[in-house]
């Protein structure tokens, strides 16, 4: 490997004078940036199928069968926004119960796509300080724990909204080091 690294490194020292001598080009044009929805695009009930990719779990029949289900509705100039993991009743298979449920409400800030947790902990407090924002078409929603004695956690969700359905992306870190990560499609509910 670290002969193939440096073959790639001497290439690339070989190839800088003719880079120098090239002529000139326009700079590319960067990216159109994203437009943000407004947090009313992002309102509503979904529900799906998640998998657990990575962390406790992941490759098992359980974390593959996962269910989830986020609803986000209007609260004031912010919104609330609940997400909850399901699970089929094995007594009576046509009925969905919930295993957890977190419900976090955020008050607008002075930009139209950040929001803050309302009625935040301090930090320091071993309990979860949210924020949120938007880009795009998504809705972003993180958590920083940090603990008395220095640790922290991050966890962090990505809820992109197209249509009727909506892609999350959740990942959790532990000083650093990614302890789980679930994928999944959610579709929008009539409930």
Request: glycine share 8%.
């Amino acid at each position: 490997m670290k002969a193939y690294v440096a073959a790639i490194a001497a290439a690339l020292l070989c190839a800088a004078p003719a880079f120098a001598q090239a002529p000139e080009e326009a700079p590319a044009a960067a990216a159109p940036a994203k437009e943000a929805k407004p947090i009313s695009y992002f309102f509503g009930i979904f529900q799906g199928t998640t998998k657990v990719v990575t962390g406790a779990g992941a490759g098992t029949a359980e974390a593959s069968g996962r269910m989830s289900r986020v609803e986000t509705t209007a609260a004031g100039k912010g919104f609330t926004i609940t997400w909850s993991t399901l699970y089929i009743d094995d007594e009576n298979p046509s009925e969905v119960k919930v295993k957890d449920s977190t419900e976090i409400t955020f008050d607008a800030t002075d930009s139209a796509t950040v929001f803050k947790q309302k009625g935040a902990p301090e930090l320091w407090s071993g309990k979860p300080h949210y924020w949120a924002r938007i880009d795009g078409n998504t809705l972003h929603v993180s958590a920083l724990v940090l603990d008395a004695d220095g640790t922290y956690d991050v966890t962090h969700y990505a809820r992109t909204v197209d249509g009727d359905a909506m892609r999350l992306e959740f990942t959790r870190f532990k000083d650093g080091q990614l302890q789980r990560e679930v994928t999944g499609t959610l579709n929008k509910t009539a409930e």
